[in-house]
Nanobody, 115 residues
């Protein structure tokens, strides 16, 4: 069973940066399809970054050029570097790990972008 623990959220001013971490245990991250999602209360969870087919990455237009997903296989950790943050980026950010037979989520970390 894969377990995911996010960290790195907090309060940041518009234009600032944060780096989120997702520490995985129970399976090596290079055997999983890893991604980051976010959710605002009352809205659907949305994808913000994911690895596709190994090392290529996918981002929605709303974060493209500002967010970067990366991974450290030695630490079994996935990161989300978020730059040029906007108030509309405020949400709970969740780490996700998938295989054909499993879909695991962390508990989330809150990111608040406000002056």
């Amino acid at each position: 069973q894969v377990q995911l623990v996010e960290s790195g959220g907090g309060l940041v001013q518009p234009g600032g940066s944060l780096r989120l971490s997702c520490a995985a245990s129970g399976s090596a991250i290079d055997s999983l399809s890893m991604g980051w999602y976010r959710q605002v209360p009352g809205e659907q969870r949305e994808l913000v970054a994911t690895f596709s087919g190994g090392i290529s990455t996918i981002y929605p237009d709303s974060v493209k050029g500002r967010f970067t997903i990366s991974r450290d296989l030695a630490k079994n950790t996935v990161y989300l570097q978020m730059n040029s943050l906007k108030p509309e980026d405020t949400a709970v950010y969740y780490c996700n790990a998938k295989t054909w037979v499993m879909d695991a989520w962390g508990k989330g970390t809150l990111v608040t972008v406000s002056s």
